[in-house]
């Protein structure tokens, strides 16, 4: 097996080699960020101004559609909870966007991106068809209905409990460990989750064109097709208090003609890329210079 630094540094090669043979241009964005995205979002930072450290590449690097179709960013994010052996204070992503792309260009790249460092083949597992076996609803033909409350009644959790909050324990009870020993893509999420920018999948009534990549049980990519609608995705945002400053300020751009509306977006955690392809579940063999 190769040290932890040489297979860093191996993987964020491979990475930067396929989307650049992929017209992919490579750009930096701000890692102080000016705006506070609410309590626990975001670390402060002391800088001139007032600065919050960015816990997601996001939006910044999507304004940029407006110079290229198809951009990416490798660099630091930041999360102010505590540490543990899967999470870091800070740690290291891949974002990208492409333009005028739809969902399965997206879901293919993944794939290519992913494959060569992950020792097993994926398999698909749809959200939406688990939960028609378990709770008799199609999210493809049926709103969410009574699904929140079912869903928190099967979890044993208080019907006050939000439903995106009560989606991610379903996803993690009940899903993620299917991943156990192989990798697997979760697609065909519901509505009302903690990715809103996802568009509805077109045709039905409840899904959106999101996907998640969990290998033996580490979030390792998630890739969605943005909601072209504004109106929609800001309703939806809001509804999960994810409608912030920095998403007003990239959908002024695309309402501005500047940026396309019509895009996808793809996250890929580098230091759980190389957790996946080693098998260590240890975040901080691949933090370089702990020391500091």
């Known amino acids: 097996?190769?040290?932890?630094?040489?297979?860093?540094?191996?993987v964020l090669y491979s990475l930067r080699d396929t989307l650049r043979a992929g017209s992919f241009v490579e750009v930096v964005t701000p890692v102080a960020r000016r705006a506070d995205l609410g309590p626990g979002r975001r670390a402060a930072a002391d800088l001139d101004g007032g600065r919050f450290l960015r816990a997601m590449i996001g939006p910044?690097?999507?304004?940029?559609?407006?110079?290229?179709?198809?951009?990416?960013?490798i660099g630091p994010c930041?999360?102010?909870?505590k540490p543990d052996e899967l999470h870091a204070c800070e740690f290291t992503m891949l974002d990208l966007y492409a333009a005028g792309e739809d969902f399965a260009f997206l879901f293919s790249l993944a794939e290519r991106l992913v494959a060569p460092h992950i020792p097993h083949t994926p398999v698909r597992i749809s959200v939406a068809e688990h939960i028609?076996?378990?709770?008799?609803?199609?999210?493809?033909?049926?709103?969410?209905g009574d699904l929140p409350a079912q869903m928190a009644a099967h979890l044993r959790l208080p019907p006050t409990v939000p439903f995106k909050d009560v989606l991610g324990q379903y996803v993690e009870r009940e899903l993620e460990p299917r991943s156990a020993g192989t990798a697997v893509f979760l697609t065909d999420y519901p509505l009302g989750g903690d990715e809103p920018c996802a568009r509805l999948t077109p045709g039905a009534t409840a899904t959106i064109n999101r996907f998640e990549l969990i290998v033996d049980g580490l979030e390792v990519v998630h890739g969605y097709e943005d909601e072209p609608d504004g109106a929609a995705f800001a309703e939806r945002a809001r509804a999960v208090d994810l409608y912030d400053e920095e998403q007003r300020l990239a959908w002024e751009a695309i309402e501005d003609g500047r940026v396309p509306a019509a895009s996808v977006g793809l996250g890929v955690g580098i230091e759980r890329l190389c957790m996946a392809a080693s098998g260590i579940k240890d975040i901080r063999r691949f933090l370089q210079s702990p020391q500091y």
Do not use: Q, Y
């Not at 930041?78 to 909870?81: G, L, S």
């Open 1 to 10: 097996m190769l040290d932890p630094i040489t297979m860093k540094s191996d």
């Open 60 to 73: 910044a690097l999507r304004v940029h559609l407006e110079h290229h179709p198809r951009i990416f960013e």
């Open 78 to 81: 930041f999360r102010p909870e």
């Open 132 to 144: 028609r076996d378990t709770f008799g609803i199609n999210l493809r033909r049926e709103g969410l």
